[in-house]
């Protein structure tokens, strides 16, 4: 995806907005008529309320539109009863709703459908859209309707979106080795950082992958790539497929390639080169002391600053790795579509039309750097380049500059907010940081497409449900039993294919390959 700013000015959506109260009932009085009630997350743990805040405040300013908020803690375990009330806020904000939820919901008249008043009242989300058809497919259910309005980014490097390999660069250099862009490249850094002491202290202590044990789905999400089944981007892999070379969707767990991906995964396993407590035994705050210590080789990841602060800059992105032929390598990135329901208008709305107006300013290039920086003099400056920075209040807060900005602006922290969010680099920038340098060009090694989650329909929803969970656990189970080396994949492979047929993949591939048809064909 390309750049996508120089959108329509957020100032007509902003006019706009200020006359929305017009027309309203005369037994109405005026507070109501320019008064919206929405719902969202509880995040006054680390926010002040959303009434207080900077940004909710200035945003009054600009529009006359007030807003009545209601913060939800533990927001999965409350949904519903939510929804089961007699009356619901006008609109859900920054909350999370599945595909499947805002089908059900919508065709039960719980959430309003948005499709027809997108272009002429969300005039700055109508540009993306036509700019990128894919925000339309995504948002777009089965039933034809749109019934929330997206979080969405044109960089495929931002938003957490993008997976890459994060290697220690100290080692690199005292043992005088490039960084990888194989994976033969990448076993034998491997396999020297483990070797040769390269953090110098006479133990054999270093690890070459190594995270905390929940985490070594990244590592394979790299591998999956550099076998080639990165072909509809990060969204797909995660959902269990890839598109081949035909235009056919194909069930990676059961493929070939993974075969050779787990292959490979199981070799660096047994020689040592991927930490023994790959699945079990390490907590994150181990991990991030043992780091301290520089015993950490590799870890993969959709940002540097996972690690921790104190060494994140000891390590180098690598973004894009080849399998071991020098080909297949792209960028492990999602769709622009962070999230489908970042703004949903319930049944009780008397207004849509206003509503989707005041958050339409938000996908616009001003409304964006709104919701990000805020306001020039007050929680920004600009740097001797003229780049947004912000100010030392924000910089020195004792808990990192992004929560720093969180006491200020609300589209910071946390994610799924119903807005174009900024790029990584401009982030990064603001933060007082050095954007990360890339030396594999990485925008120029996109996948073939990149596709959001696929529509289902109520009856393909009931049967994946179902389907999915028991796959996704027996493959759970298998993967750690063939890295491990407690199946071998050559004399267990058939009867694990076996299995998965029994748990129902050809029906499973049957539903995806229509649900691709679908999206494809529209």
């Known amino acids: 995806m390309k750049k996508r700013y120089g959108m329509l000015l957020g100032a007509v959506a902003v006019s706009a907005v200020v006359a929305v109260g017009c027309g309203a009932k005369s037994s109405e009085t005026k507070e109501d008529s320019n008064t919206i009630a929405l719902l969202t997350q509880d995040h006054t743990d680390v926010h002040p309320k959303n009434e207080d805040l900077w940004m909710w405040k200035e945003y009054q300013k600009k529009t006359g539109v007030k807003v009545k908020w209601e913060a939800v803690k533990d927001w999965d375990q409350k949904k519903q009863l939510v929804l089961a009330r007699k009356q619901l806020p006008d609109a859900f904000y920054q909350t999370i709703w599945s595909n499947d939820e805002l089908a059900k919901y919508g065709k039960q008249g719980l959430f309003q459908p948005l499709e027809k008043l997108i272009p002429k009242y969300a005039p700055n989300l109508n540009k993306l859209m036509q700019k990128d058809p894919s925000i339309k497919k995504a948002l777009t259910t089965t039933d034809g309707h749109i019934y929330g309005l997206p979080y969405t980014s044109d960089d495929p490097l931002g938003g957490g979106r993008a997976y890459r390999l994060y290697v220690n660069k100290k080692w690199l250099d005292k043992l005088g080795l490039k960084k990888p862009t194989n994976t033969v490249e990448l076993e034998n850094v491997l396999q020297q950082f483990v070797t040769k002491d ?100 590799c870890y993969a990841w959709v940002g540097p600053d996972y690690i921790g602060p104190t060494v994140q800059n000891n390590y180098v992105p690598i973004s894009v790795v080849n399998g071991p032929d020098g080909k297949n390598g792209a960028l492990i990135t999602q769709s622009s579509i962070m999230g489908t329901s970042a703004f949903v208008i319930t049944k009780d709305a008397k207004d849509p039309k206003k509503l989707l107006r005041w958050v339409d300013y938000f996908y616009s290039k001003e409304g964006s750097e709104f919701a990000f920086y805020g306001k020039e003099g007050v929680t920004y400056k600009l740097n001797d380049k003229g780049q947004k920075v912000y100010v030392d209040k924000i910089l020195k807060n004792p808990k990192g ?4 900005a969180y006491q200020y602006v609300d589209n910071v922290y946390a994610g799924f907010f119903p807005y174009l969010e900024q790029s990584d680099a401009n982030k990064q920038i603001a933060y007082g940081r ?48 063939f890295v491990t080396g407690k199946w071998s994949l050559d004399k267990n492979w058939s009867a694990y294919i076996t299995q998965l047929k029994k748990i129902g993949l050809d029906q499973w591939l049957k539903i995806r390959r229509d649900q691709y048809k679908r999206y494809t064909a529209e």
Do not use: C
């Open 198 to 297: 390269p953090n110098g202290n006479g133990k054999a202590d270093e690890q070459g992958f190594y995270m905390d044990s929940s985490k070594f789905g990244s590592l394979e999400l790299i591998v999956k790539a550099a076998y080639g089944m990165n072909t509809a981007g990060r969204t797909a892999m995660e959902n269990g497929f890839y598109i081949d070379d035909s235009d056919q969707l194909q069930y990676m767990y059961s493929d070939a390639k993974m075969k050779a991906a787990w292959k490979y995964l199981a070799d660096l396993y047994q020689k040592g080169l991927i930490a023994k407590t790959a699945f079990a035994g390490v907590d994150f705050d181990k991990w991030v002391a043992d780091a301290g210590k520089d015993v950490v080789g």
């Open 434 to 481: 050095q954007p990360e340098q890339f030396t594999d060009d990485p925008l120029n090694h996109l996948p073939k497409q990149i596709l959001p989650s696929l529509q289902a329909t109520p009856d393909e929803s009931a049967k994946l449900s179902i389907i999915q969970t028991d796959l996704d656990n027996y493959v759970s189970q298998a993967r750690v039993k």
């Open 401 to 404: 500059p992004q929560l720093g």
